[in-house]
């Protein structure tokens, strides 16, 4: 994970290659306003991901892309896992399967971090593009 702030915001980025590109940007526009990221997914691209996936990422995909946010609880339950640990090893799984086709883990779920009176408790969000894409592909319900 690479942090940086810029103009008031810490930009996070996956792998150096994403903060490259970033920075690119940045440097493309001295203003300071950078233009948006076009979606890395495109319909080919979207198809061979989810087609590489396993049933039980499908399954932790398919939430996401239905309910937009999932806390850790609820996805456990849902595809029937004791622990935060089983459940990384699940979402993990997509993670990998990003990164041969050259799509951070970003671009299809961010983990958002809150701990109330100690403890931790871990929400998941699919991320705009994916959502986008998974929509207007029908997707899981193909």
Excluded at 19 to 42: C, H, M, N, Q, Y
Excluded at 124 to 133: A, E, G, I, Q
């Amino acid at each position: 994970m690479i942090k940086f702030p810029h103009n008031g915001r810490i930009i996070e980025c996956s792998s150096a290659a994403e903060a490259v590109a970033f920075l690119k940007l940045i440097d493309a526009d001295p203003s300071g306003v950078t233009r948006a990221v076009e979606s890395p997914w495109t319909t080919e691209l979207f198809l061979k991901f989810t087609k590489s996936l396993g049933d039980s990422r499908k399954k932790a995909l398919g939430l996401l892309v239905g309910k937009h946010r999932v806390a850790d609880e609820e996805l456990r339950k849902e595809l029937g896992l004791e622990t935060n640990q089983a459940l990384a090893g699940v979402l993990s799984g997509i993670s990998k399967q990003a990164v041969p086709l050259e799509i951070s883990a970003r671009s299809v779920f961010t983990i958002d971090d809150e701990r109330k009176a100690g403890k931790l408790k871990k929400t998941y969000v699919v991320s705009k593009d994916f959502l986008r894409t998974a929509n207007e592909m029908n997707w899981p319900n193909e």
